[in-house]
Each structure stands twice: as structure tokens, then as C-alpha cells.
């Protein structure tokens, strides 16, 4: 994981502390909306907890795949466009080295005991 402070801003840009934020959901609290589990899972992105990424999702994906994009970024901003119950519409500014990699989309989330979960998501 990265050296990130529980002290500084949460990545997700609520304005609170990460370890007021984010960081209880990396830790085990269940995200109560799919909103919730779309922030944390762009703040464990950016402090490099790819296991809460694979946790939080309907299939599994390569996690060295995942490490070296989390390792390689930084997540500079995310930004909602807007949000129902089961899909979150974002903006996120990542910037790989001088590349700017940043992308719109669309994810979808399913609920199944008790949790939300990434399911899916589409680039606009």
C-alpha cells in the first residue's frame, strides 16, 4: 500500500480526514449506498488498497494489473456528475506520470447480502 496519511484529506474529496472518511470502509465498515462504496473505492485507488478494489467487486481481476495502475498514479480529483441507486456517473482526473489518463464513467453496482458491489462500468 501507499504511505498515505490517515490525517490528510480524503482522497474522495469530501472535505473530512481519510481516517474520518474512507478509511473505515478500507477497514471493514459496509458502505451504505453504492455512492459511498464508489468513493471509497477511488480513495483505495489512490492510497494503493487494491484489496479492498477486489473485495468491493462482482469478478475478480488481476491484481498485479490493479497494483501497477494504483503504483504508477495518482488520483488527483474525483467528481460525481450524478447518481441513482445503483449507478454513480464520475469524472476522474488520474494522472500517470506527465500522461494524463483521466476518464467519465459510468458504473453500475449491485446489492447481494447485505453489500454493495462494483459490477460494471462503462466509459463515456
Same mark, same amino acid.
Given at each position: ?19 474520518? /472518511? /474512507? ?27 487494491? &484489496? ?20 504508477? /498514479?495518482?488520483?488527483?480529483?474525483? $467528481?460525481?456528475?450524478?447518481?441513482? $441507486?445503483?449507478?454513480? @456517473? ?5 494522472? /500517470?506520470? $506527465? &500522461?494524463?489518463?483521466?476518464? @467519465? ?13 462494483? $459490477? ?5
Amino acid at each position: 500500500m501507499k504511505k498515505f496519511s490517515p490525517n490528510n484529506p480524503c482522497p474522495c474529496g469530501s472535505g473530512k480526514k481519510y481516517k474520518k /472518511c /474512507c478509511q473505515i470502509y478500507h477497514k471493514g465498515a459496509i458502505a451504505k449506498d453504492a455512492l459511498t462504496l464508489m468513493k471509497s473505492r477511488f480513495s483505495a485507488f489512490a492510497v494503493g488498497d487494491i &484489496a479492498y478494489i477486489i473485495k468491493t467487486s462482482t469478478f475478480q481481476k488481476d491484481f498485479d494489473d490493479l497494483k501497477s495502475f494504483s503504483d504508477m /498514479c495518482e488520483f488527483r480529483r474525483l $467528481e460525481i456528475l450524478e447518481h441513482s $441507486e445503483d449507478s454513480v @456517473t464520475f469524472r476522474a482526473t488520474i494522472f /500517470c506520470g $506527465e &500522461a494524463d489518463n483521466s476518464f @467519465t464513467e459510468k458504473s453500475h453496482f449491485i446489492y447481494q447480502d447485505g453489500r454493495w458491489f462494483y $459490477e460494471s462500468g462503462e466509459i463515456l
